[in-house]
């Protein structure tokens, strides 16, 4: 079975702090892995994926096969950061491999 | 393009009423699905469908029926209302079900069970 843990509920830093959302999975195959962002009032979007090793509005993630990883960074915080971040994770042999499962959320405030 | 979309935004239902959430894409996507979104919990598959024609169950399916007759549509059904089902429903849509594919979601329904 497929599992994503996202230890903190919570996140609360100080504006030009440096900031890291804590993302671990569990899988036994080769994982597909997303972070996803709900801002007040929008929709849940995508933030960024593994695959494509990109930087999105400062955010990186880098995916850890050894240590089952997928945090994600911002060397310095904006206000407009405050959000519920959803990691994802898809995967699996067969039918699994449509399912996309979400973490429960982290939710981080940036206070000025 | 409109994206997703999906009605009613609120919805109050009596314990034991059924009722259907609708949800539309015009992005000719493949694959679509249902969460429910509830505090604490994160962000739970009830069905999936990868193509019209085409469901299979999620993480949390029981009370709840899908159907996909055209690729645009995929509305969820509550066959009989309770209040463990009060949450935010999101659909989402994607080209794929497989991969790298990013999902898009609507802006969800709030429904309330008393």
């Known amino acids: 079975a497929q599992r994503v843990t996202q230890p903190e509920k919570l996140l609360s830093v100080f504006k030009g702090a440096p900031v890291e959302l804590k993302c671990n999975y569990s899988?036994?195959?080769?994982?597909?892995l997303f972070w996803y962002v709900q801002y007040s009032r929008q929709r849940l979007q995508l933030l960024l994926r593994?695959?494509s090793r990109e930087s999105i509005k400062g955010f990186t993630a880098d995916l850890n096969k050894g240590e089952t990883s997928f945090h994600l960074k911002k060397p310095f915080a904006q206000e407009e950061d405050s959000a519920m971040y959803y990691c994802?994770?898809?995967?699996?042999?067969?039918?699994?491999?449509?399912?996309?499962?979400f973490g429960k959320g982290t939710l981080l405030t940036v206070n000025p | 393009n409109a994206g997703v979309t999906q009605t009613p935004k609120f919805q109050v239902l009596k314990t034991g009423q059924s009722m259907t959430l609708q949800c539309a894409q015009d992005?000719?996507?493949?694959?679509m699905s249902w969460y429910r979104q509830d505090p604490g919990m994160g962000l739970r598959l009830i069905h999936y469908?990868?193509?019209?024609?085409?469901?299979d169950q999620g993480e949390v399916p029981n009370g709840y029926n899908v159907s996909r007759s055209t690729t645009e549509d995929f509305p969820l059904r509550l066959l009989s209302a309770a209040p463990s089902q009060t949450s935010v429903y999101f659909c989402?849509?994607?080209?794929?079900?497989?991969?790298?594919?990013?999902?898009?979601f609507g802006p969800g329904t709030r429904l309330t069970v008393t």
């Open positions: 989402a849509s994607s080209l794929s079900g497989y991969g790298i594919y990013e999902q898009y």
């Open positions: 899988y036994s195959g080769s994982p597909e």
């Open positions: 593994h695959i």
């Open positions: 994802a994770l898809r995967g699996g042999g067969g039918g699994s491999n449509y399912k996309l499962t």
């Open positions: 992005m000719n996507h493949e694959y």
């Open positions: 469908s990868v193509g019209a024609g085409i469901t």
